[in-house]
């Protein structure tokens, strides 16, 4: 209360000057109608310095490196603004000796406000699969028909599928530890600001597995260039060789994901994936 008066102080005085008035003539109602107008304005600031949207990460230098990467991905609040977005997604896999595993395409489409709810449909080796996930009931269905006990499964599908195309802006979900580990020098000799990011599934729904991802951001623009991910016992490095400018969110239309150890030395070409068809539809 003593900071709400201490506005109502500084207001009166300077209206005071300006309109050359003296307040103690002011009638009761004005003097109340300048405390409201002091603590709206004092509300309002507060709720401004609230709305820091880097506030809860502990490391500040990895807060920076994020707010120039949301910078150049299209900004956070368009980010935030969508409201719908489907697209169709190629995932090639290879295997050590360069044959291909799989190569299937599924569609993709997600309601991200109000709330998240979204469906992943696909075909292989003729038949039709489908992932739905809702906050009140998520499964899969083959042929139309639901898979017993396919919730966990369909659950982590679905984030997964979330999480890595909404990088860099998904790194602001709660629950990840983010650290900044400096800069290192890209194999296309690009130099990168480092974020090392600690998920743990057990703890946080909206983690789809407990892993160690490191993400690499462009040191000049805060570009999205590439990221390393350890799935025990090894390391995967991925890539994003193309992306899209047509839509308000920069999106990747091609990314490539190789085999390595800890060091990022490749050892072969595992995945390739193609995102075509963007639709996205922002909220009012």
Same mark, same amino acid.
């Given at each position: 209360?003593? /900071?709400?008066?201490?506005? &109502? ?6 209206? +005071?000057?300006?309109? +050359? ?14 405390? #409201? *107008? ?7 600031? $507060?709720?401004?310095? +609230?709305?820091?949207? &880097? ?23 368009? @980010? ?10 190629? %995932? ?20 991200? +406000? ?19 996930? %809702? ?18 499964? !369909?659950?982590?599908? &679905? ?7 909404? #990088? ?7 629950? !990840? ?8 020098? *890209?194999?296309?000799?690009? #130099? ?30 805060? !570009? ?11 390391? !995967? @490095? ?7 400018? $047509?839509?308000?969110? /920069? ?12 060091? =990022?030395?490749?050892?072969?070409? =595992?995945?390739?994936?193609?995102? @075509? ?8």
């Amino acid at each position: 209360m003593g /900071r709400l008066m201490h506005v &109502f102080i500084i207001l009166s005085r300077k209206l +005071q000057k300006k309109m +050359q008035i003296n307040l103690t003539r002011f009638q009761k109602p004005t003097w109340l109608l300048l405390l #409201i *107008l002091a603590i709206g304005c004092s509300t309002h600031t $507060e709720d401004k310095i +609230q709305e820091n949207p &880097f506030a809860h990460i502990q490391d500040k230098k990895a807060a920076e490196v994020l707010e120039k990467a949301f910078n150049t991905a299209g900004g956070l609040e368009d @980010y935030r603004n969508m409201k719908t977005i489907s697209y169709e997604k190629r %995932s090639v896999l290879f295997l050590e000796d360069g044959s291909t595993e799989s190569d299937l395409t599924q569609q993709h489409s997600y309601t991200l +406000q109000p709330e998240l709810i979204g469906d992943i449909i696909w075909k292989s080796d003729g038949n039709s699969y489908r992932i739905h996930y %809702s906050a009140q009931d998520t499964y899969k269905e083959e042929n139309g028909v639901r898979i017993p006990d396919s919730e966990e499964s !369909a659950r982590k599908s &679905f984030f997964s599928a979330t999480y890595v195309l909404l #990088i860099p802006f998904k790194l602001l979900d709660p629950g !990840a530890k983010l650290t900044y580990e400096g800069r290192d020098t *890209l194999d296309r000799g690009k #130099i990168a600001d480092v974020i090392r990011a600690e998920y743990d599934a057990d703890k946080h729904d909206n983690h789809s597995t407990s892993e160690v991802w490191w993400y690499y951001f462009d040191a000049k623009d805060g !570009a999205h260039l590439s990221s390393l991910v350890f799935h025990p016992p090894t390391y !995967a @490095y991925i890539e994003n060789d193309a992306i899209t400018d $047509e839509h308000d969110i /920069r999106f990747n239309i091609y990314r490539k994901t190789f085999r390595t150890d800890a060091s =990022r030395n490749k050892e072969y070409l =595992r995945g390739e994936f193609y995102y @075509y068809n963007y639709v996205i539809n922002a909220g009012q």
